[in-house]
């Protein structure tokens, strides 16, 4: 599936997301996984930031409606950095490294990232409430 685009305005990303989900049955949790590869659009200029909250939405975009509302967390592992130039690289790198390509959806776990995405859309990890540790 190796397509990076880059012009004057955009390039994107390909990268797979692992979703887990809490499913409960008879109140005990049962966590349920799936996997997307997905090709992710951003601007030429987005920040790091920009640069995730795209890719968390754009895979969270990628589930049905009961999937994001049990939504526990995201994983990720992105491909091919030795295709982009230097400077596309370096905001990769540091993005991906700032969030160590996972994003957790319990209410104790959030960051800033998980917390304006839901902001957006209350239905992502309604069902998700504290991390049962």
């Known amino acids: ?3 990076i685009t880059i012009s ?3 390039f994107n990303t390909i990268s797979e997301f692992i979703f887990t989900f809490e499913q409960s ?3 005990l949790p049962s ?7 997905l090709n992710v659009k951003h601007s030429i200029d ?17 589930l049905t409606k009961e999937q994001q509302m049990n939504l526990v967390k995201i994983s990720s592992c992105s491909f091919y950095f030795d295709e982009y130039p230097k400077d596309i690289q370096s905001k990769l790198k540091t993005a991906l490294t700032w969030f ?12 800033e990232i998980e917390n304006e995405i839901i902001k957006e ?13």
């Open 100 to 111: 160590s390509g996972s994003w957790y959806f319990h209410i104790d776990q959030r960051s």
């Open 121 to 133: 859309n209350p239905v992502i990890a309604r069902n998700i409430y504290r991390f049962r540790g």
């Open 46 to 62: 987005a920040s790091e930031k920009d640069i995730i909250k795209n890719m968390v939405r754009t895979a969270i975009n990628d």
């Open 1 to 3: 599936m190796k397509n």
């Open 31 to 37: 966590p349920v996984q799936k996997t997307s590869t």
């Open 25 to 27: 049955e008879n109140h």
């Open 8 to 10: 004057k305005t955009e």
